[in-house]
Structures are given as structure tokens and as C-alpha cells.
């Protein structure tokens, strides 16, 4: 090729990877791969090539853009935990066995067989149950659920190890751990895969899956030989025993409170919803994603309290229209009075909002075809509302620029809700045009609303 230019052309795998260079050379009519000296010794380290395979075995294809930002911290806290996890469970594994009398003459096949039977049955109907009874809100509030399932898990570790020491028939420890680990299974598969949703961000929410089981295996397995060289010596201590399993649901549960804490979902629910209203009528600002999430409490709070909003109010979402007027007036109350003026004040929008604020109650009903962007409107304006009632009747501070007009201590619900639903008009806009700005996906509402709709 003498004259011309060499035909040459470099690529890599992935973000991080090493570029690979190639000439074309005509002696063999292709290209071939050209190194520097610097190259060569780095592709020649065990090291180098050792992180490119362990990062394809366990990590998603892509990382790190095709995984969220908060992803390797998370995974780091979360196979800590699983390792506290695996090793708090051999512990009971063998107190388990002892209860079904491995290693006495006097026990049976059968009745241990029967034993395991109904553990299962008992676990089975359990997870029925609470699928049905917290199925939908394991989406909206699945880092508070995903704690709820480690407690969980641990309860039944420390159910299953006590169980030989208590004065009841070991079938009643075994089914009680049984359900236990149901709604482990339950809650813990589904914040999982909500989590796996979240962390996701090339469509790869089955490699993201997939990856996250490789990792756990290997965790359990590194948990699976300690156990086989310790537990032997832990065991022949009763004391031991104990001191062990503390330790380890201890760790177990810091570990997972910091990998559920380092998570930062971009989607609002209620939580996270109601932090970024109170910032914005306090300051007229809306709180990062980053900043929402670490102030979004786990353990306690509206995640767990069914209708929760401030000040001692109950809010419930796409309910039926005829039992939001049962519970705004009772039996004896001016229903049609009440109708009339709903439908009146919500003629033109796609939700109505009714509620009795003496009693502190307010009610969301959907009409068909309501956008997220609206489901955010009508909760941004039960906010305004609850706000101005409280500065109303108790003297709470409001900022004058979220004072609705006319509000008095004896103006009826009804013309208090109308006058702020007219102010939350005007400055809803800017609210969420706000919440965009920080980066939330204000089309994607997780607030555990019912399915009435008003046709």
C-alpha cells in the first residue's frame, strides 16, 4: 500500500472497555488487531482479563448505562444482606431438623413427611392472602415492603430456632415460619422485580434479573461453605448458637435498611409525593430525586397508613362517587345538595373532590380517561385545600400567594374546596413543570389509587 493511506479503524466493548486497534494488511487481504507496548502488557495481566469476565458473568450487559445510577450500591448492600441472610438461616435449618427429630429413634418418615406437608399448605394460603390483601401496594411502596419481607425473614429464623425450646407441637412452629416465609416470598419476589423495573434502563429488566440471581447464588454459595466449616463449632454452644444468630439478623437488617436507602426511584408515590408538595409550599421549590428519597421514611409513615395525608387528614383516590357521599354527609345528609355542587365545581375537569374537612376527609373521584398528569392536579389540589383549611379554622402559617380568596373559619367545605381548586389552577403549572426540572417522571404515579371511574 505504498502511497496510500493504511485502512485502520478502532472499537470497543462497552463504555469501559479498551479500545482494540486494527490495520488492514494485504499480505492477508484483512485486518488485524495492532497493539502499542503499553497494550500489550495490559491485555496480557490475569487481573484485567479476570475483571472482564467476572463483570460479564455478574453485571448487566452495558453496565454501566444500561443500569440506573444507584445500581452498584445497591447491589453491594444487598449482597451483604443476603449473606448475613444465608448464614442466620443455616442456624435454624439445624433447629428445624431437630424439631422434626433427625437423629431419634422415636421418629417417623411419616410423620415428619406429614409435618412438612402441612407447612406448605399452611404457607400456600398464606401467600394467597397477602397477595391479595397488599398486592397493589407492593408497587407503589416497595422499599417500605421489601424491609417489611427481611423483618420478615428474620422473624422466622427466630421462630424455627426457638422452635425446640417452646412448649407447643413442633407443627405449630413449622407452619407459623411457613407463613412467614410466604409473605418473604411475596413481598420480597415483588419489590424485587420493582426494584429490577427501576434499575433497568435499556429494556434489559431480564438481564438486570438475571444478573442480580447470579450474584445472590454466588453470595449464597461463599455463605454455604462458612456455614459447612463453622457450624459445627458455633452449634456445639448453645450460647454460641445464639450470640451468631444475633449478629447476623443484626447485620442483616442494617444491611438491608442501607441498600433500600441507597435506592432512588424517580416515579412518585404517596411518600415521595407528599415530600415534594411540602417543600414546594414551604419554599416554593420541589427536592431532588436524590434528596426526596433519603427523606422518604422506611420504616414507618404514609407507606403504611392506608388514605394517609398531613394534618391528620384521610385521602382516598378513584373511589366511588356514591360511597365518597355516604362518607362526606352519613345517612341523614343533603345528598343531592351535595351532588349538585360537586358536579357543578368539577364540571369541566377530569376528577371530582369532595370531602368532609370537619372530619377530615377528602375524596378523589376519577372520571374515565383521566391522565396522570390530571391525577397529579387533583392531588396537588386536596393539598391546597387541606393547607387552606388549617390556616382557616387553626391558624396555621400559609404563605399569602396560596391563601385562596374568601377562605373563612365558618366557610362551608364545599366553597372552600372550589376557591382552591381555582388557586391550584393557576399554580399548578409551575409545580410541575418544577418536578420535571429535577428530573421525576410525572407520568408515572404510584399512588395506590382504586379503579372506580365516573362515566
Excluded at 443484626?250 to 415521595?272: F, G, K, Q
Excluded at 427523606?295 to 373511589?319: D, K, M, N, T, V
Aim: glycine share 6%.
Amino acid at each position: 500500500m505504498a502511497g496510500s493511506k493504511a485502512l485502520l479503524y478502532r472499537e470497543k466493548k462497552g463504555q469501559s472497555a479498551r479500545h482494540n486497534t486494527y490495520v488492514f494488511q494485504d499480505s492477508n487481504n484483512s485486518f488485524i488487531e495492532v497493539t502499542t507496548h503499553e497494550e500489550r502488557q495490559t491485555v496480557n495481566r490475569l487481573q484485567d482479563r479476570g475483571g472482564r469476565w467476572l463483570r460479564d458473568v455478574f453485571l448487566p450487559q452495558g453496565y454501566p448505562e444500561s443500569v440506573s445510577p444507584d445500581y452498584l450500591h445497591y447491589q453491594f448492600w444487598d449482597s451483604l444482606q443476603a449473606y448475613c441472610s444465608s448464614i442466620a438461616g443455616a442456624l435454624s435449618l439445624q433447629a428445624t431438623l431437630t424439631g422434626l427429630g433427625v437423629g431419634e429413634g422415636t421418629a417417623t418418615p411419616l410423620a415428619a413427611t406429614l409435618t412438612w406437608l402441612l407447612k406448605d399448605g399452611s404457607g400456600m394460603i398464606a401467600s394467597i392472602a397477602f397477595a391479595y390483601w397488599r398486592g397493589s401496594q407492593l408497587d407503589c411502596n416497595s422499599k417500605q415492603w421489601r424491609l417489611f419481607a427481611d423483618v420478615a425473614n428474620d422473624a422466622k429464623h427466630f421462630v424455627q430456632l426457638l422452635g425446640p425450646l417452646l412448649p407447643v407441637p413442633f407443627l405449630v412452629v413449622m407452619c407459623v415460619s411457613a407463613v412467614m416465609l410466604s409473605l418473604v416470598g411475596v413481598a420480597g419476589g415483588a419489590t424485587r422485580a420493582a426494584f429490577s423495573q427501576h434499575q433497568a434502563r435499556r429494556e434489559n429488566m431480564a438481564d438486570v434479573s438475571a444478573k442480580d440471581g447470579s450474584q445472590e447464588t454466588m453470595v449464597n454459595l461463599a455463605a454455604l461453605i462458612t456455614s459447612i466449616t463453622l457450624l459445627p463449632t458455633i452449634t456445639a454452644s448453645l450460647l454460641l448458637t445464639w450470640l451468631t444468630f444475633v449478629v447476623c439478623v443484626v447485620l442483616h437488617l442494617y444491611t438491608n435498611y442501607r441498600a433500600v436507602r441507597s435506592i432512588r426511584m424517580e416515579s412518585l408515590n404517596r411518600p415521595r409525593l407528599l415530600s415534594a408538595l411540602h417543600s414546594w409550599f414551604s419554599s416554593a421549590s420541589v427536592p431532588t430525586v436524590e434528596e426526596a428519597n433519603m427523606q422518604e421514611p422506611l420504616l414507618f409513615g404514609p407507606a403504611f397508613i392506608p388514605a394517609y395525608f398531613p394534618h391528620g387528614f384521610s385521602l382516598y383516590l378513584a373511589c366511588s362517587l356514591q360511597w365518597a357521599l355516604h362518607r362526606c354527609l352519613g345517612r341523614e345528609g343533603k345528598v343531592q345538595e351535595l351532588y349538585t355542587t360537586t358536579m357543578a365545581n368539577f364540571d369541566k375537569d377530569n376528577y371530582l373532590l369532595c370531602g368532609n374537612l370537619r372530619e377530615r376527609q377528602l375524596h378523589i373521584i376519577y372520571r374515565t380517561g383521566i391522565t396522570s398528569r390530571q391525577e397529579l392536579e387533583a392531588v396537588f389540589t386536596a393539598y391546597l385545600c387541606v393547607l387552606n383549611f388549617v390556616h382557616a379554622s387553626e391558624g396555621c402559617v400559609l404563605s399569602a400567594e396560596y391563601v385562596a380568596h374568601g377562605i373563612r373559619k365558618n366557610t362551608p367545605d364545599s366553597e372552600i374546596i372550589l376557591a382552591s381548586k381555582q388557586l391550584a389552577k393557576k399554580i399548578f403549572p409551575a409545580f410541575r413543570d418544577s418536578l420535571a426540572g429535577k428530573g421525576w417522571h410525572i407520568h408515572k404515579l404510584l399512588l395506590a389509587a382504586d379503579e372506580w371511574r365516573l362515566t
